[in-house]
C-alpha cells in the first residue's frame, strides 16, 4: 500500500487547512486509516483516525471540534479539514493505515505511513 499526502501548507491561527491522503489498493472494508503528526522535538502524537467499513471516526482531544476526518471512496482519499488552527498544530502530519483491532487515534500512530506533508500555523 501506497500513502501520498498533500496539502499541507503555511496557515494562520483561527484559519483552516485540509490535507489529503491518497491511498493505492484502496478499499473500504476493514482498515483503520488516519492522521497523526510529529513536530521538531516531540513525540508522535495520533490526530485522528477513521474504519473504512462504517465511516466511525476518533480524534485527539485536543482536536476534537475543531478537526474532521473523511474518505472518499471514489477517490480512494482520505482527508483532514482542520479549522480554528492553532500554532500548536504545526507539526508534520503523516497519513497512516492499520489492521489493528482497535481503530483509534493511538493505534493509527503504528500504522504503515507516507512521506508527510508539513502544516505551519503562524
Known amino acids: 500500500v501506497q500513502l501520498v499526502e498533500s496539502g499541507g501548507a503555511s496557515g494562520q491561527v483561527g484559519g483552516s487547512l485540509k490535507v489529503s491522503c491518497e491511498v493505492s489498493?484502496?478499499?473500504?472494508?476493514?482498515?483503520?486509516m488516519g492522521w497523526f503528526r510529529q513536530a521538531p522535538g516531540k513525540e508522535r502524537e495520533g490526530v485522528a483516525a477513521i474504519y473504512t467499513t462504517d465511516d466511525s471516526t476518533y480524534y485527539a482531544n485536543s482536536v476534537k471540534g475543531r478537526f474532521n476526518i473523511s474518505q472518499d471512496n471514489a477517490k480512494s482519499t482520505v482527508y483532514l479539514q482542520m479549522r480554528n488552527l492553532r500554532p500548536e498544530d504545526t507539526a508534520m502530519y503523516y497519513c497512516?493505515?492499520?489492521?489493528?483491532?482497535?481503530?483509534?487515534?493511538?493505534?493509527?500512530?503504528?500504522?504503515?505511513r507516507g512521506q508527510g506533508t508539513q502544516v505551519t500555523v503562524s
Open positions: 497512516a493505515i492499520t489492521t489493528a483491532r482497535v481503530c483509534d487515534h493511538v493505534s493509527i500512530t503504528f500504522g504503515e
Open positions: 489498493e484502496y478499499t473500504d472494508s476493514g482498515f483503520c
